[in-house]
């Protein structure tokens, strides 16, 4: 079946660490996002790619960064730099060229600090 | 600034009852609303979808009402299911940004009690 697939499903940080987050998507969708979701919120924009090798920061860059070296990969790296990375990661894609899609989303990862 | 306004209630229904989710939108350049329910540890999962130019979508026991003079958005489940306990987000897209992502709500928990 298509889809989206994050992983790990659970990971853990150590202090002055980078970790990367896994998204792949099987929908051959042109567009992959990443939001943060902390507890009893609602989801916030980190980058977002809507073509190959382009991707654009989003509301809440600071401390991540991303690479979109095939269409259907968008891995994020949480760099040291982010002070507060526990939270809930989410990975969504859409089409690009119609206007008005929904986003799809993949099942998370949380990521803690240790 | 703007946002998509939704205060995370939890509205608590009895099975079998019509359940209401109300979201209130600041930002009158959005031409795209939709709506998603998330169930814990998961990724949103798209419910049903509406564009600026309707005032009503109807899907499969769901009804998206949109209400632009207010900036009002709601969805209506019809005969509620002890499956349909979640957390229901509104999202919006703001016309001609050039940027697909979406803006969300912090939600809002739906109980269904037996």
């Known amino acids: 079946d298509g889809g989206i697939t994050q992983s790990p499903k659970y990971l853990f940080r150590k202090e002055g660490q980078n970790v990367t987050l896994s998204c792949e998507q099987n929908?051959?969708?042109?567009?992959m996002y990443w939001y943060r979701q902390d507890p009893g919120q609602g989801l916030r924009l980190i980058y977002y790619?809507?073509?190959?090798?382009?991707?654009q920061k989003g509301d809440i860059a600071e401390g991540y960064s991303v690479s979109r070296e095939k269409k259907e990969s968008f891995p994020l790296t949480v760099t040291s730099a982010q002070k507060n990375p526990t939270a809930f990661y989410l990975c969504?894609?859409?089409?690009?060229?119609?206007?008005?899609?929904?986003?799809?989303f993949g099942d998370g990862t949380r990521l803690s600090i240790l | 600034g703007e946002s998509v306004g939704l205060h995370l209630p939890t509205l608590s229904v009895q099975e079998g009852d019509n359940s209401i989710i109300n979201c209130a939108y600041s930002?009158?350049?959005?031409?795209?609303f939709i709506w998603y329910k998330q169930e814990s540890g998961k990724g949103p999962q798209f419910i049903i979808d509406?564009?600026?130019?309707?005032d009503k979508r109807q899907g499969q026991r769901v009804t998206v009402l949109l209400n632009k003079t207010v900036k009002h958005l709601s969805l209506q489940i019809a005969a509620t299911q002890p499956g349909d306990s979640a957390v229901y987000f509104c999202?919006?897209?703001?016309?001609?940004?050039?940027?697909?992502?979406?803006?969300f709500g912090s939600g809002t928990r739906l109980q269904v009690q037996p």
């Open positions: 929908l051959n969708h042109d567009a």
């Open positions: 999202a919006e897209r703001k016309r001609d940004t050039g940027r697909r992502a979406l803006t």
């Open positions: 509406i564009r600026s130019n309707m």
């Open positions: 930002n009158s350049a959005s031409d795209y």
């Open positions: 969504a894609s859409s089409i690009v060229g119609q206007n008005n899609q929904p986003q799809h």
């Open positions: 790619s809507q073509i190959v090798n382009d991707f």
